[in-house]
């Protein structure tokens, strides 16, 4: 189907939704892996999501990060506060785009320093794709958002790096572990990422479950311990404070027992008494004793407290404008006649506390029930000007001897009551140490109280509930609540650390895994590529090598260690006149049916000769044969066998040499070798001696010109007779023919012989010739003797050709009998040797210039028929030179020794070819 401009723009806005929906949908699931008490998560799924689609689909699809991120912190901001306000859609926003441009900058990086390479198929690209990608680029979110978090006042400054650390941690752990999940699914090249299907998303899939069930149940140890640990300090604060009541409830019915145990208190009694009390419970505003006055004894009540020194004393009420006023007329008055701290309460003296409606009937409470009471929450103005809340407390005091079973009887005998106002915010905070009072924050109300005025300490009221724990106190037959709930504070000194480490291990666990997991692919990938790139290399290797053996010129076959034949190339099935893949299986032996081919084949292929076999493996051993045809007819070839090893199989390769045309050039060249001795120099030998005849007179005198002329005819005889002569040696030499007697003999007389030899040829020259070296006569060696002479005389004559004019060669012998040698070295000092024709110097035919082979006589065969001829004795030729000052000569011989000559002695002498 062929995409439109329409269908391209739709599917872009599709996977921008999904993107946008898939990232704040894992925002808001990351909550339930959320560590408590608030929302650090260990891993934030979401950033690994982003990066990774985005690497995968271009940058078109950064709009739907943007939105799937503002989402999703509306969702948080939504679960945590239960409401979204202007704070939270500026916070979202700023998050949104801190998310966008880490995406972004991530992306970038991996691609810069990858080359636009996503296939991770190396290590070097694994490790930057997740240095990059994840450590370094979700810096970048994590710095914004967290300060405008600060910022806005929703994270306090001092959490601000605890928040940060947390931000940055989730979001490269996401990376890490989310990121090659996306890679797996969308990532390119396709058949890298789609073969890590298994090996790599599987894996980390599984890793990552485990990891999350593991944290989940981790952090549900650890909450269910928190909450023991909190409930024990609550319900120990609990504990102290209904402790702390109960000791105000006990101050009271002392003194209710001090009234009982007296028939009279006086001022200075009661404030005596409560003195101390008042010292050591900071809470209580005041004690006071509150006797029952009847109508008719309010008179002398007054007249009595006037007697006392109190001017102007009167019972009182509060009209409506909160103004104390005389008390209007009633049955009973509740004045208060004795309080302490009286200067700081002094107001209060003779305050009718029954002239209102809640002190009235906590009053009438305690009297019929004979027990303290409470009333409800107060209101009362400190002296800094504050408001407090606060409740009186009532001690009911009857008169001595009277019953007081009955509520009817109780009524009878009550005389009054004994009053303490308590502020109850202050009574909790008594029994606060300053480390709880940093890590609890508390709620205290009056159960019995609705609203907010029966609240009197409430430090919890913005904090979420789940870690709220609640106990009753009952006082003054009141009940009230207390709430208590860990701070900020708390819970920085108590930090599940084990759920810290079970998450973060475990996910650095996975998203090392995850990098193994794509190392280990890669390079499995790269093997395969390797072995396919090799196998096909193999492959065409084979190729090439069968067609190179097919079309060899030379026939080539292998056997094993049993001489049969598993493969022949088409030239040796031409030349054994089989037909193709028939040679293969025959025994080697079947083709070489005469006696020495079945020695030198037995000797190189049977099993019996394995050892001489392991010292040969990788040498090649040449020799002429004669091979059967299929035809019956033998042909001459030249076998060369090696022996390979493969592992453990043992092969052997044998090149099949067709020697037939080689065979017919030797028979042809040696006709003519033949006929060149006998049918050209003869002849020659007769020119040349009659030349020689006419040139030294026979004949007559021969007129000058006449006589120049046989002259240089009988010098070019010579010359041609020579030639002839080094042609025939040569090719002895080559092909075999040429004989070598071996003698042992003195080495003084044949170096004296080759001298005499070559003094006239000296003198001709006018060059000398100097010996100053003379030999140890117990010297020998063995050697053919005129070969010997020949190779020497080559060497003079050479030395003697190249000296100028009037010069002089010397002769040097040197014995080595450390090494059992002698050398002979020829010295001339004439023109010497060029560089660049040294490494020819005893090739066939070869000298520096053909001014020089006419100018010197040459043949260019002297010193290579004198080096092959050394060599068949044993010996070795060498050389030094340097241009225009001459040069040295040398050859080295074995010297004989003792053994060697008793050895001789018994053989005279022998012939080789």
Not at 82 to 110: D, E, F, H, P, R
Not at 452 to 462: A, T
């Amino acid at each position: 189907m062929r995409s439109t401009p329409e269908s391209d723009t739709r599917q872009l806005l599709w996977q921008m939704l999904v993107l946008a929906i898939l990232y704040a949908a894992l925002g808001r699931l990351s909550l339930m892996l959320a560590i408590p008490p608030g929302y650090s998560i260990a891993i934030y799924p979401s950033a690994g999501v982003a990066l990774g689609m985005v690497l995968t689909g271009g940058y078109r699809l950064m709009p739907g990060v943007a939105v799937g991120a503002f989402v999703a912190n509306l969702l948080i901001n939504l679960n945590i506060f239960g409401s979204i306000n202007t704070n939270a859609l500026i916070a979202s926003t700023i998050v949104a785009a801190g998310a966008s441009l880490q995406t972004l900058v991530g992306c970038k990086l991996v691609l810069k320093k990858l080359h636009d390479n996503l296939a991770l198929d190396t290590d070097r690209a694994i490790f930057q794709f997740f240095i990059y990608g994840g450590v370094v680029a979700c810096l970048i979110n994590a710095s914004i958002s967290v300060t405008a978090l600060v910022a806005l006042g929703v994270i306090p400054w001092q959490d601000f790096f605890n928040n940060w650390i947390g931000w940055w941690v989730g979001d490269t752990f996401g990376v890490l572990t989310i990121t090659p999940i996306i890679m797996v699914i969308y990532g390119k090249p396709r058949e890298i990422w789609y073969a890590r299907r298994w090996s790599v998303l599987v894996p980390l899939l599984i890793c990552l479950m485990l990891v999350i069930t593991a944290f989940a149940f981790t952090r549900y140890r650890e909450e269910q311990k928190q909450q023991l640990e909190f409930r024990l300090k609550a319900e120990r604060i609990g504990q102290n404070l209904q402790n702390k009541l109960d000791t105000h409830a006990d101050i009271m019915r002392n003194i209710e027992r001090l009234y009982a145990s007296s028939l009279q208190v006086s001022r200075s009694d009661f404030a005596t008494f409560v003195s101390h009390t008042l010292q050591s419970q900071k809470a209580i505003s005041f004690l006071s004793w509150v006797p029952r006055v009847d109508l008719e004894q309010r008179q002398s009540f007054e007249v009595t407290v006037l007697r006392e020194g109190f001017a102007n004393y009167q019972i009182q009420e509060m009209n409506e404008f909160n103004q104390l006023v005389e008390v209007s007329v009633r049955d009973e008055y509740y004045p208060i006649r004795y309080i302490e701290p009286f200067f700081d309460n002094h107001q209060m003296f003779g305050y009718d506390m029954g002239s209102t409606t809640a002190r009235k009937i906590a009053i009438e409470d305690a009297r019929d029930s004979g027990h303290l009471t409470v009333t409800d929450p107060l209101i009362s103005n400190e002296t800094d000007g504050r408001e407090q809340l606060h409740v009186l407390l009532f001690a009911p005091v009857y008169e001595n001897g009277k019953p007081q079973e009955t509520m009817e009887q109780r009524k009878a005998a009550f005389s009054g009551t004994a009053v303490s106002m308590i502020r109850m915010a202050d009574v909790v905070r008594e029994i606060l140490s300053n480390e709880d009072m940093r890590s609890v924050r508390i709620k205290f109300y009056d159960l019995s109280y609705p609203g907010k005025k029966g609240i009197f300490i409430d430090e919890i009221s913005g904090l979420t509930p789940t870690y709220l724990f609640q106990s009753t106190i009952n006082f003054g037959g009141r009940q009230f609540a207390l709430l208590a709930q860990p701070s900020s504070e708390y819970w920085r000194t108590h930090v599940a650390w084990i759920t810290w480490i079970t998450m973060i291990g475990g996910l650095l666990f996975t998203g090392l895994l995850g990098a193994y997991l794509l190392v280990a692919t890669a390079h499995t990938f790269g093997i395969e590529n390797l072995v396919a790139q090799r196998t096909a290399e193999l492959h065409d290797s084979e190729e090439r090598l069968r067609t190179i053996l097919d079309n060899a010129a030379e026939g080539i076959l292998t056997t094993n260690e049993h001489g049969i034949i598993e493969s022949a190339n088409r030239s040796a099935e031409v030349l054994l006149k089989y037909t193709h893949g028939s040679l293969r299986g025959r025994n080697m032996f079947s083709l070489f049916p005469d006696p020495e081919s079945l020695q030198f084949l037995t000797t190189h292929l049977h099993t019996t000769n394995r050892e001489r076999q392991f010292e040969v493996a990788g040498k090649s051993e040449r020799k002429e044969l004669l091979a059967r045809q299929k035809d019956g007819h033998d042909v001459p070839v030249e076998l060369a066998i090696t022996r390979v090893r493969l592992g453990m199989q043992v092969l052997y390769v044998i090149i099949v040499h067709d020697l037939s045309e080689k065979k017919r050039v030797e028979k042809l060249k040696n006709e003519f070798v033949s006929a060149v001795s006998h049918e050209l120099r003869t002849p020659l030998t007769s020119i040349r001696g009659v030349l020689g005849l006419l040139a030294g007179g026979v004949a007559g005198d021969i007129p000058e010109k006449a006589q120049s002329m046989l002259v240089m005819a009988n010098d070019n005889a010579k010359r041609l007779t020579a030639l002839i002569n080094d042609l025939l040696d040569f090719e002895k030499l080559e092909y075999g023919s040429m004989q070598f007697h071996f003698e042992t003999l003195p080495l003084a007389e044949l170096i004296d012989s080759s001298l005499q030899s070559n003094l006239g040829y000296a003198q001709s020259f006018d060059i000398g010739i100097q010996y100053d070296s003379p030999v140890d006569p117990a010297a020998q060696v063995r050697v053919d003797s005129q070969r010997f002479v020949q190779v020497l005389s080559n060497l003079l004559s050479n030395a003697i050709k190249f000296s100028r004019p009037h010069g002089q060669i010397d002769v040097r012998v040197t014995l080595n009998h450390d090494q059992n040698q002698v050398r002979i070295e020829v010295q001339d000092y004439g023109i010497g040797i060029s560089e660049e024709f040294k490494s020819s110097i005893f090739q066939k035919f070869t000298q520096e210039d053909a001014k020089a082979a006419r100018k010197y006589a040459g043949t260019g065969l002297g010193l290579s028929l004198t080096k092959t001829m050394i060599e068949k004795m044993g010996g070795q030729i060498g050389f030094t030179s340097t241009e225009n000052l001459g040069s040295c000569f040398y050859i080295t011989l074995p010297l004989v020794t003792a053994v060697t000559v008793a050895t001789a002695a018994a053989t005279p002498s022998a012939t080789e070819a």
